[in-house]
């Protein structure tokens, strides 16, 4: 069971998801040290905003939060916060979320990711991040086995192999969730939910505002841009705060109805599309700059060879054999290859290149040649979406998908599964089986509510905050569902700035159609259109977007409904450097 769940991820690249500390409540070193600091460790908390100079160029704050807004007693956690100034304005500070969920909003800004963003506003704008509850220097402990890293990491190795039936997938992740639910009887772990970061984020932006001297804090605006499951965070906030809204950017859209109910079953809807582009730009951009184009003139014929591939793959894997290989000996298997491939979608600038190399040499029985191929894929040279295979990384994503799902996870039984797997894999010939196998399950049998106060279930209205029961184990588990969970159903929603929604046309994991759904629910709102492949228009790119962009973040203007950006390059015909190192000629993989 390969069960790496694709993150719904955009930008750059990352390092790996480190563990983080699996104690409940742990608070900040405190110091009187206010000079540059280089690890959020250093830095005291504290429930008012305090910002102090941090890696160099940026500023952090280490804010402490209540667990529940509604009820302060529980206890607090501390969300990591940092900020990159504007460099040439002082236009309101725009908040960002790279995706996940699981994604590091500060090691996003510490990539470089703010420049980008800045720069879009010709400097008028700085960037705030953070590392929403549950990731990375945030609080909130999210994993099965708290306390105990070994035994996680032992029964993660363990599992570490595929599972040849359906049937076997779906009980083991039962019996995970299951274990799972039990382990956290009592943990923070419920307070993760995606409105509760919400509401942090409502929070942070009113004591910055207190701290820029306004004079009704509760009333400031708040800039957003939300990129793959940040556009979750994006449409809640929309829902939940409508008056509040000084701009929100989403870009890479989940179907978020479908994602506060437990399942996205379209996410993989395009993703052949994606393909598509590859072979009809490995066509266009012929031998000399796709290794797999052969003597191919069409996207058709590459198509053709890849199915005959896959074909060959499903009867009889390539051997490696190899004896000096360090990796030992290997079968690359049909799903080996569509695993590759899929990932290899996101980023298609700098990852085709080498997913036709490997294509061509699994094409002539070179398993060598294609572990290469995987090994540089996954080097940070050639940045795909986050690091995912991390283990914290996978519990993170699971955790804040069960809290979202508050039990409403629709899988009843494993009849059902293996129905919606026949539906999935329909929808997508290459990238289904994959979806099936690592998404579909991820929170199946775990089973945790939010309380009351962040509880979300499509409310247009401000969530009200309810008396909850002072312990939070009485109430962690589903069965004790909120009052209001009839509500199922997102509602009608007017912004008091309309949002501009950004998708490509061709997205492996969140389809435009998704944006185009989420859009009817706030009048006024519009889907601005890159025709391309990858996740996020920022994996190719387009100065026509980024015109769009600008002029919505300047003044709100948003692009006519129906405008289609071109991309500036295409991934292939024109990714000439890495093209270079990665191309195999002559047989031989250079790099
Ligand atoms: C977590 O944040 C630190 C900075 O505090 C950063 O260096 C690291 O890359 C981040 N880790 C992940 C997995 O994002
Ligand atoms: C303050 O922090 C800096 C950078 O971490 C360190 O070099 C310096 O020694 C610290 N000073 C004190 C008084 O702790
Ligand atoms: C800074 O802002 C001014 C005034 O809006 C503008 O004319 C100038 O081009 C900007 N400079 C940069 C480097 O963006
Ligand atoms: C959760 O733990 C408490 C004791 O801390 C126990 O009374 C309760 O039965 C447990 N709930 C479940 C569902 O295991
Ligand atoms: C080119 O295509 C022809 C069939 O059209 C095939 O016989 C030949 O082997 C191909 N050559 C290469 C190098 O792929
Ligand atoms: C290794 O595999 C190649 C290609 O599949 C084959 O030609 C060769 O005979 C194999 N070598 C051994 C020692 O089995
Ligand atoms: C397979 O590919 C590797 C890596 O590029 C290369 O060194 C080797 O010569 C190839 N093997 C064959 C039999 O072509
Ligand atoms: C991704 O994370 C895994 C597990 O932590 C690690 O072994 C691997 O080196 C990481 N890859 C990159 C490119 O950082
Ligand atoms: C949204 O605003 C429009 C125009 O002002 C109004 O007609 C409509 O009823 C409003 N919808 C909701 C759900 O408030
Ligand atoms: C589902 C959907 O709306 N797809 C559209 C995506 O955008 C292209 C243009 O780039 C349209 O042709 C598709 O219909």
């Known amino acids: 069971?390969?069960?790496?769940?694709?993150?719904?991820?955009?930008?750059?690249?990352?390092?790996?998801?480190?563990?983080?500390?699996?104690?409940?409540?742990?608070?900040?070193?405190?110091?009187?040290?206010?000079?540059?600091?280089?690890?959020?460790?250093?830095?005291?908390?504290?429930?008012?905003?305090?910002?102090?100079?941090c890696y160099d160029r940026f500023d952090c704050a280490n804010l402490e939060v209540p667990l529940d807004y509604a009820e302060p007693d529980i206890g607090t956690t501390i969300i990591a916060f940092i900020r990159q100034e504007a460099t040439n304005g002082t236009g309101h500070d725009i908040l960002f979320n790279p995706g996940g969920p699981?994604?590091?909003?500060?090691?996003?800004i510490l990539s470089g990711g703010g420049d980008k963003i800045i720069e879009l506003t010709g400097g008028k704008n700085g960037v705030v991040s953070f590392d929403p509850r549950g990731v990375n220097n945030s609080g909130i402990a999210l994993t099965c086995f708290p306390d105990d890293p070994d035994a996680r990491d032992a029964y993660y190795s363990s599992m570490n192999t595929d599972l040849p039936t359906l049937n076997e997938d779906y009980?083991?992740?039962?019996?995970?969730?299951?274990?799972?639910?039990?382990?956290?009887?009592?943990?923070?772990?419920?307070?993760?939910?995606?409105?509760?970061?919400?509401?942090?984020?409502?929070?942070?932006?009113?004591?910055?505002?207190?701290?820029n001297g306004d004079e009704k804090p509760e009333e400031s605006q708040i800039w957003y841009y939300?990129?793959?499951?940040?556009?979750?965070?994006?449409?809640?906030?929309?829902?939940?705060?409508?008056?509040?809204?000084?701009?929100?950017?989403?870009?890479?859209?989940?179907?978020?109805?479908?994602?506060?109910n437990g399942l996205v079953r379209t996410s993989v809807e395009t993703s052949d599309d994606g393909y598509d582009w590859f072979f009809k730009l490995c066509a266009e951009a012929g031998l000399g700059k796709c290794a797999?184009?052969?003597?191919?003139?069409?996207?058709?014929?590459?198509?053709?060879?890849?199915?005959?591939?896959?074909?060959?793959?499903?009867?009889?894997p390539v051997v490696s054999n190899d004896t000096t290989s360090p990796s030992g000996p290997q079968i690359i298997t049909k799903s080996r290859v569509l695993n590759v491939g899929f990932g290899t979608l996101y980023s298609p600038v700098s990852q085709w290149p080498l997913l036709a190399a490997g294509l061509y040499f699994l094409e002539k029985d070179n398993a060598t040649g294609w572990i290469e191929v995987e090994q540089a894929l996954s080097e940070?040279?050639?940045p795909g979406p986050f690091n995912y295979t991390s283990i914290a990384a996978q519990e993170t994503l699971t955790f804040i998908t069960a809290v979202d799902?508050?039990?409403?996870?629709?899988?009843?039984?494993?009849?059902?599964?293996?129905?919606?797997?026949?539906?999935?894999?329909?929808?997508?010939?290459?990238a289904g089986?994959?979806?099936?196998?690592?998404?579909?399950?991820?929170?199946?049998?775990?089973?945790?509510?939010?309380?009351?106060?962040?509880?979300?279930?499509?409310?247009?209205?401000?969530?009200?905050?309810?008396?909850?029961s002072t312990h939070p184990s009485d109430s962690f588990l589903c069965e004790r569902k909120p009052a209001n969970d009839g509500q199922k159903g997102f509602k009608q929603t007017n912004t008091s700035t309309p949002i501009l929604f950004i998708n490509t046309s061709a997205d492996p994991i969140t389809p435009l159609a998704s944006a185009k759904h989420m859009s009817t629910y706030f009048p006024g709102s519009v889907v601005l259109v890159q025709n391309s492949p990858g996740h996020s228009w920022t994996a190719i790119g387009s100065s026509c977007v980024e015109g769009h962009l600008a002029s919505y973040l300047a003044d709100a203007t948003l692009p006519k409904e129906g405008t289609v950006c071109e991309t500036d390059t295409k991934p292939l015909v024109d990714t000439k450097e890495v093209a270079k190192r990665s191309l195999a000629v002559n047989g031989h993989f250079k790099r």
């Open 102 to 108: 699981g994604g590091s909003g500060v090691d996003y």
């Open 1 to 53: 069971m390969s069960r790496i769940a694709s993150f719904l991820a955009a930008g750059l690249a990352a390092t790996a998801v480190t563990a983080r500390p699996t104690s409940e409540r742990w608070t900040r070193q405190t110091s009187s040290n206010t000079s540059m600091i280089y690890s959020f460790e250093d830095l005291p908390s504290s429930a008012d905003l305090e910002w102090t100079p």
């Open 433 to 468: 089986e994959n979806y099936v196998e690592t998404n579909i399950l991820i929170n199946a049998g775990l089973k945790l509510s939010p309380p009351k106060s962040q509880y979300f279930s499509g409310k247009s209205s401000q969530v009200k905050s309810r008396p909850s």
């Open 171 to 211: 009980y083991q992740a039962i019996a995970l969730g299951q274990w799972c639910t039990q382990a956290n009887n009592g943990t923070y772990a419920r307070y993760a939910g995606t409105s509760a970061v919400v509401q942090d984020m409502m929070h942070f932006t009113e004591l910055q505002a207190a701290l």
């Open 226 to 260: 939300g990129a793959s499951y940040g556009t979750v965070i994006g449409h809640t906030l929309a829902m939940l705060y409508p008056d509040r809204i000084g701009r929100i950017v989403v870009d890479a859209n989940v179907n978020s109805e479908n994602w506060f």
């Open 405 to 430: 799902a508050a039990g409403r996870y629709p899988i009843k039984d494993v009849d059902d599964f293996i129905k919606v797997a026949g539906e999935i894999e329909k929808e997508s010939v290459y």
């Open 380 to 382: 940070p040279t050639n």
């Open 292 to 316: 797999f184009a052969g003597n191919s003139s069409s996207g058709d014929d590459i198509k053709k060879r890849f199915d005959s591939l896959l074909t060959r793959l499903e009867k009889a």
